[in-house]
T-cell receptor
């Protein structure tokens, strides 16, 4: 089983749609969880950290389910500018802070 | 806003040559990382560096790779004898007091 697994997509949605991505991780001792956004041939940029209580930042909501070992990202009212690849990242146990990434989920928002 | 910088943005080299990729992490950050991303694949951890030594490295980070922080600002990744399969984007990242990693814009390495 891969350490961090995502559906690669692509997800093609119209502007204004709500879209949800899931990510599963295999190490139950994982400590920190993140969603990054990556545009083509650019660096990953932090979208949001994910907390057990769930967290929201504008149109973006992230949830963590430790029991089932998955993380989700919900994007409401999709914009054309949301088109990108969304990377799930996990910090395993231990304290070096390294990130283990999923392969990313591609989102295409169409007019 | 402070940012991680990397040079060069694109490096082309011949197989078997040595390359050095350079990074300047955010100035008050303490932990430094290198990742690579082969075209069309996921971002992969290579090495973490703290307190002037490697704290963790992946299976990819074999004897051909080394890292150094030669002064108070630069953080370098050296590949001693490049192979075709080393062609990838190489990202440097750093962390300060929070657990948020900030990535540099990357160096695209092409090995011919």
């Amino acid at each position: 089983r891969k350490e961090v697994e995502q559906d690669p997509g692509p997800f093609n949605v119209p502007e204004g749609a709500t879209v949800a991505f899931n990510c599963t991780y295999s190490n139950s001792a994982s400590q920190s969880f993140f969603w990054y956004r990556q545009d083509c041939r650019k660096e990953p940029k932090l979208l949001m950290s994910v907390y057990s209580s769930g967290n929201e930042d504008g149109r973006f909501t992230a949830q963590l389910n430790r029991a089932s070992q998955y993380i989700s990202l919900l994007i409401r009212d999709s914009k054309l500018s949301d088109s990108a690849t969304y990377l799930c990242a996990v910090t395993p146990s231990g304290n070096t802070g390294k990130l283990i990434f999923g392969q990313g989920t591609t989102l295409q928002v169409k007019p | 806003e402070p940012e991680v910088t990397q040079t060069p943005s694109h490096q082309v080299t011949q197989m078997g040559q040595e390359v050095i990729l350079r990074c300047v992490p955010i100035s008050n950050h303490l932990y430094f990382y290198w990742y690579r991303q082969i075209l069309g694949q996921k971002v992969e951890f290579l090495v973490s560096f703290y307190n002037n030594e490697i704290s963790e490295k992946s299976e990819i980070f074999d004897d051909q790779f080394s890292v150094e922080r030669p002064d108070g600002s630069n953080f370098t990744l050296k590949i001693r004898s490049t192979k075709l399969e080393d062609s990838a984007m190489y990202f440097c990242a750093s962390i300060g007091l929070t657990d948020t990693q900030y990535f540099g814009p990357g160096t695209r390495l092409t090995v011919l």
